[in-house]
């Protein structure tokens, strides 16, 4: 009999160490500080630990919209731009988000390569689009994440830049007049770019380099709030 109780003891403490170590793996740790109780209630069952399911779960909450809303179209007369390469760790979007914002929105800072800067790029006010398209079939359907924007004149800076974003994998982060920011491509799926120069027939003709972007993704307007590195000493800090 004791010995019995000895086996059943070792079986239990192998079980109980086992459910622990499997949700300490998969815990959210900011999550379970902020809310211990209600973290542990959401994800536990009767039967021992719930299985987290990949991606996001469907929001029951109203989606409405405030009367006198500002709702100003299009983006404002600036962008960054940084090829792939130069990002060491990329922000990525919550493997389990918890509410809306978070299904759409990438968590943390893109680290960049040492000595690697994004460039801020002028844009012509009324030249930056963005439309993402759906594509796909039934059960396979994402976004083509299309746009373009457009730089003035045809100096030895954008020419070079023309030259160098034609074959190159890039990421780009719009900004909208209310401030947010839409970011377009990412590791394994960058903005591919293509430099559309004009350099105009008559003196009334705008001038200039239109590029063109797209890149594929499941979310329509993916979200960086990070910080965003333009030198060893500027910065376009993080977003709330």
Known sequence: MKRFKI????LFGLMLFATLGAFCSTVDVAAFVDAPITYLIDNLSGSGLSVSLAGMT??????????GSENMGGFRDYLY??????????ATLPAN????TDAVT?????TLVA?????????????VGLAPENQGEIDGQSFKTKGSWLHPGSSDGVNALARFVNNGNFVIILIEENGKRVQIGQKGHPARIKPSPNFGMAAADR?????EFEADNFVAALRYNGVIALSATETDPAQS
């Open 7 to 10: 086996i059943m003891t070792a």
């Open 58 to 67: 469907f929001s029951a909450s109203p989606l409405g919209w405030d009367d």
């Open 81 to 90: 731009l940084i090829p792939i390469s130069h990002i060491a760790t990329e």
């Open 97 to 100: 988000p918890s509410n809306d």
């Open 106 to 110: 990438l968590s943390g800072d893109h």
């Open 115 to 127: 000595e690697k800067y994004w460039k801020k790029v002028y844009a012509t006010p009324g030249t």
């Open 207 to 211: 001038k200039g380099f239109n590029f």
